[in-house]
């Protein structure tokens, strides 16, 4: 399976947080592609569940599936809406953006409009407007006559290829995440794993985690890997930054579980898979926070894939590191299933 | 119509880089007109014989867009850009763009996680262009100092109107191919001898279409623009420019010109006299290629027609078809009809 394709795929497909159900046959086909020997599941609040070989060990690798957006919150006229976000959206980045709305009435393109220099006044030019001042324009959709206050949508763009190896997209966060799931479920082919390996891609974690707690609990793992992406920008001084195209993050921290981490570590080592250390004094901000704690505690760690420009259109990702954040998790499950097995022959 | 204006506004063009623009526009008026001239700003001048040899008359719109120029290589491979012509800092946040046309490229964006002061304005000097280069040298292989940078925008049209970038002013470079097309099919001669400039260097402060006029000669000219409108919901109703679907836009003034009045009025009969909805424009800030015309030579007098179009000088811009049809039979007339210049031709 072609790294480019699957990321630049999963990226273009619409899924903001509520509509991932848009983006799950695609993921369904992915994986069927992969071997057709896999149970797909909708459990609880929506998350699809993916299930792999059975007894023990119990692995699961989690991902959330949607992507921050944007939400009509009023209609002005017939021409004209205002919007609010739908997750942690930066007003800037939505400036001269095309963006496209899901409606009863199909798909609708706007505009989020700025105005002209020429026009503008001098003491204006020195901020960046507000959701309360920007607004998208319908027309060349036929206007707002089709559209209705909480129409859910997003910036309008393609995935595209930069130079090596690079992808950009408006959806990296995290259909990176996803990516490297469907990937390491085909390196796995290749191995001899003997456990359960469940994939869970989970609804809701640009508004508050909300899908990845009902899996843990309905999954129940040994272990539990959660994939997400990372910040590739340079950090404030006294926190180690990571670089883009120099392999997975592996977190060490408070919402992970030490052994988990070292097994991650070994694995990388062992494999000579490129990886980067990322120290987490207290919550990650990814769904390990809610995972961990879920029933009687569940064995974390936290794999990300270094991006730029997250939770912008523009979203960067080297394709080798999705590709080798795969190829760690896969060793990973069969590390931990040697590992399981080994012991039960003591 | 409006069959070329798709492709013209795709087209990569910042002032002083026309030539896919030029080149587009040659390949289509070839054999159309009876002679081309491309001079030494790069001005294309289109030749038309009319039926009274007595005058000659410019119709002028301008070929280049506002973009930005690659003016740095940083060591990290990343670009530094600055604007060619007026763009807003706050449009090209985590903008997509191309460079020289071809290769993919973005404005860096800050995740609003590290970047928490939403309402501060990204300014140029702090804005990093990245096509994925890891260093300088790496860079440096692909980029050059002074490469052209573009918005990576496509033509939409839908329903009544049309987005893209470049309206301003692609579409009149459009409405002028379509006159010339009008004229040659219908095997129809412009009212005076008709030189079409498409002109080079406006938004970097009208640096083309005088050097066009100095060879030209006109002796009155029509200047094609897409204006601005200002018609958004942020911007009340009296300080707006003009309105998309209210018609063809008659300037009586702006930046450095009053606009002379036989010429205004000539341009504002024709427009009762074809019975199609036009505008005034009600602000008179911005300039066009008239005010150079104005003080080229003996000084050209030179009227202004514009297409209004939402957000120009952005990724996006909008405009309205009826405007710009509209705006094609006010030129066409103009272009065409010896009798809309009688009174004009009376004056003087």
Redesign the interface.
């Known amino acids: 399976m072609d790294t480019k394709d699957l990321i630049k795929n999963l990226s273009d497909s619409f899924g903001v947080t509520s509509f991932e159900n848009c983006t799950f046959p695609l993921i369904e086909q992915f994986l069927l592609e992969i071997n057709q020997d896999i149970k797909l599941e909708k459990i609880g609040i929506g998350n699809l569940v993916a299930t792999y070989g059975q007894g023990n060990p119990k692995i699961a690798f989690f991902a959330h599936v949607d992507e921050i957006g944007i939400v009509i919150s009023n209609i ?2 017939d021409t ?1 809406a205002r919007i609010e976000a739908v997750g ?6 939505l ?4 963006v496209c709305f899901r409606t009863e009435n199909g798909e609708k ?1 706007g ?1 989020i ?8 006044k001098p003491e204006d ?6 959701f309360d ?1 920007l ?1 998208v ?1 319908f ?4 206007g707002t006559k089709d559209i209705n206050v909480g129409d859910i949508g997003v910036i309008n ?1 393609e995935a ?5 190896d ?1 992808i ?1 997209g408006k959806a990296i966060d995290n259909r990176a995440g996803v990516a490297v799931l469907i990937k390491s479920f085909e390196y796995l082919q290749n191995l001899k794993f003997d456990g359960q390996l469940m994939l869970s891609f989970n609804k809701g974690e640009e508004v508050g985690l909300v899908g990845a707690k009902g899996a843990a609990e309905y999954l129940q793992p040994d272990y539990a890997v959660v994939v997400d992406v990372t ?1 590739g ?1 340079r ?1 404030p001084e006294n926190v180690e930054s990571f670089k883009i ?1 120099e392999g997975p993050v592996i977190t060490i921290g408070a919402p992970i579980n030490r052994c988990v981490y070292d097994d991650l570590v070994k694995t990388a080592k062992d494999n000579n898979i490129k990886y980067q250390i990322e120290a987490v004094p207290s919550r990650s ?1 990814t769904e390990t926070d809610i995972v961990q704690i879920v029933g009687q505690g569940i064995k974390t760690g936290l794999v990300s894939v270094p991006i ?7 979203e ?1 990702v080297n394709i080798n590191d999705i590709d080798r954040a795969a190829k760690l998790l896969a060793m990973f499950a069969l590390n931990m299933s040697l590992k399981t097995k080994g012991s039960l022959n003591v | 119509m409006r069959k070329y204006l798709k492709d013209l506004t795709e087209l990569p063009g910042i002032s002083s880089r026309e030539e896919k623009v030029r080149e587009y526009i040659k390949s289509q008026v070839e054999g159309k007109v009876n002679n081309i001239t491309i001079d030494n700003l790069g001005n294309l001048i289109c030749f038309v014989k009319g039926k009274d040899s007595s005058k000659k008359m410019m119709v002028d719109a301008h070929m280049d867009e506002v973009g930005f120029m690659v003016t740095k290589i940083n060591d990290d491979g990343t670009l530094g850009i600055s604007p060619v012509g ?3 800092p ?7 763009l191309k460079i020289e046309g071809v ?13 928490k002061d ?5 300014k140029y000097e702090e804005i990093k262009v ?5 260093s300088k040298e ?1 860079a440096s292989k ?1 980029v050059n100092l002074g490469d052209m940078v573009t918005f990576d925008t496509t033509y ?4 009544n ?3 893209s970038k470049a309206f301003d002013d692609r579409v009149g470079c459009s409405i002028m191919l379509d006159i010339i097309d009008y004229i040659y099919e219908n095997k129809l001669q412009p009212a005076f001898d008709t030189y079409f400039n498409f002109a080079t260097q406006e938004e970097v402060g009208l640096r083309g279409t005088g050097v066009a006029a100095a060879r030209i000669k006109p002796d009155f000219a029509l200047v094609l623009e897409g204006t ?1 409108a ?1 018609d ?4 009340p109703p009296e ?1 707006w ?1 003009t309105h ?1 679907g209210n018609g063809p836009v008659i300037t009586f003034m702006h930046s450095g010109l009053v606009i002379k009045k036989e010429m205004f009025e000539t341009i504002v009969n024709a427009a009762k006299a074809l019975n199609i909805k036009f505008q005034y424009k009600m ?1 008179t ?2 300039g066009t290629n008239a005010a150079k015309l104005a003080k080229t030579m003996y000084g050209i007098p030179a009227g202004v027609i514009s297409v209004p179009c ?7 811009a ?1 405009l ?1 078809i009826d405007d710009y049809n509209n705006t094609y039979s006010l030129v066409k007339e103009l272009v065409t009809n010896n009798e809309r210049w009688v009174n004009y031709e009376r004056a003087h």
């Open positions: 002005i006229d004209f942690g959206v930066d007003p800037r980045t400036v001269g953006k095309r393109l505009v409009g700025f105005l002209a220099p020429h026009l503008q030019k020195d901020k960046s407007p507000s001042e607004f324009d027309s060349v959709s036929g763009v595209k290829d930069l130079e090596n690079q950009v910040f920008e950090l195209g901000g730029l420009n997250m939770h912008s259109p523009s960067v | 007026g763009v807003d706050r449009v090209i946040k985590s903008q997509r290769l993919n490229a973005v404005v860096n964006s800050t995740p609003i996680h590290l970047d939403i309402k501060r304005v990204i990245y096509a994925g280069f890891s790496e692909k939409v049209e839908e329903g109107y049309a987005l601005t200002g958004n919901p942020e911007n300080k420019a998309i602000r800030a911005g939402r957000y120009i000088h952005s990724p996006l909008i309205n």
